[in-house]
C-alpha cells in the first residue's frame, strides 16, 4: 500500500494571480484496492472510510495548509457554500482566507475552480449536468464576484462530448434552461440520444456570465483511466480530488 507523491499529480498551467495555486489528484499510488484502484478520496463510493480518511489526510500534508480542506458532501445540486460552514451539503466551496483549501471530487463530471484576477478570492464547483443545468456555476460566480468582480475559470479533467451519451430529456432540460446549450449537444446514430460536452456546456454558461478567461476542459475522465476515475467508463470506482486555493 503506497501513497502519491506531489509529482504524480497534476499541476495546470493556469495563473490567474500569483496566489493562486491548483491542483489535481490521479489514482496514482495503491492506497485503495479494485475496485477503486488507487488514491481514492470518495466517502460515497464504498471504499473504507478510514482508508478515506487517511488518504485525505495525506492530501492536507502534502498541501501544508493552514486549514483542513474544505470537503464537501456532494449531492448534484446547486448549493455554494463558504469554506467553514457546518453543512457541507453542498456541490461548489468558495473561500476569501489564505491557506484554506476549496475542493470536489469527481469521476467524469466537471470541475470548475473559480478564482477572482486580483488573488482575493477562490472557489471550487462540481458541475455534473444536474447541477450545470440548475445554475450551479452561476451561483458560484455571484458568491465569488458580488459586485462584478473579474474573474477566471478553469475546467479539469471531466468525460468528453465523445465518450459521454444522454437522453432527450437531458437535451430538452437544457435547451429550456437556456437556448445557447445546443452547441454542446450533437446528435447520436442512436435515435433520441445526444453526445454532450459538459466542458463546452459550462463554456456556453461561463460566457453568459461575463466569464471569459476560460481555460482547461481538454482532459478526458474516460479517455485517460491510467490517470483519473471515470464512473461511466469502470462503474463502481474512486474519485479524484481538484482544489484550489490562495497562497501568502
Same mark, same amino acid.
Given at each position: ?11 495546470? *498551467? ?8 491548483? =491542483? ?22 464504498? @471504499?473504507?472510510? *478510514? ?8 492530501? *492536507? ?25 457546518? @453543512? ?23 470541475? =470548475?475552480?473559480?478564482?477572482?484576477? @486580483? ?5 471550487? =464547483? ?39 451519451? =444522454? ?68 462503474? @463502481? ?12
Amino acid at each position: 500500500m503506497t501513497l502519491p507523491s506531489r509529482s504524480q499529480w497534476l499541476w495546470p *498551467e493556469w495563473h490567474p494571480h500569483p496566489s493562486v495555486r491548483v =491542483v489535481v489528484t490521479t489514482r496514482a499510488g495503491s492506497h485503495s484496492p479494485k475496485p477503486w484502484d488507487g488514491f481514492n478520496l470518495g466517502l460515497n463510493c464504498g @471504499d473504507q472510510p *478510514e482508508r478515506v480518511a487517511q488518504a485525505r489526510h495525506h492530501v *492536507e500534508k502534502l498541501l501544508q495548509a493552514d486549514h483542513p480542506a474544505a470537503w464537501l458532501t456532494q449531492v448534484h445540486g446547486n448549493r455554494v457554500i463558504r469554506a467553514g460552514e457546518l @453543512d457541507t451539503e453542498a456541490d461548489g466551496v468558495w473561500t476569501d482566507q489564505q491557506r484554506w483549501p476549496c475542493v470536489v471530487l469527481t469521476a467524469d463530471c466537471l470541475p =470548475v475552480l473559480l478564482a477572482r484576477n @486580483d488573488g482575493s478570492a477562490v472557489a471550487a =464547483v462540481h458541475a455534473g449536468w444536474r447541477g450545470l443545468q440548475a445554475g450551479i456555476i452561476g451561483k458560484a460566480v455571484r458568491q465569488l464576484a458580488p459586485a462584478g468582480q473579474s474573474l477566471s475559470a478553469w475546467l479539469g479533467p471531466a468525460i468528453c462530448g465523445k465518450c459521454y451519451q =444522454v437522453g432527450d430529456e437531458v437535451y430538452r432540460a437544457f435547451l429550456k434552461a437556456d437556448p445557447a446549450y445546443r452547441d454542446a449537444f450533437k446528435a447520436d446514430a442512436t435515435p433520441g440520444r445526444w453526445r454532450f460536452s459538459v466542458a463546452q456546456a459550462a463554456m456556453i454558461n461561463l460566457a453568459g456570465l461575463g466569464v471569459d478567461d476560460v481555460q482547461g476542459g481538454e482532459l478526458c475522465t474516460a479517455c485517460d483511466l491510467s490517470r483519473f476515475y471515470s464512473y461511466r467508463k469502470e462503474g @463502481d470506482t474512486g474519485r479524484f480530488a481538484s482544489l484550489i486555493w490562495l497562497d501568502a
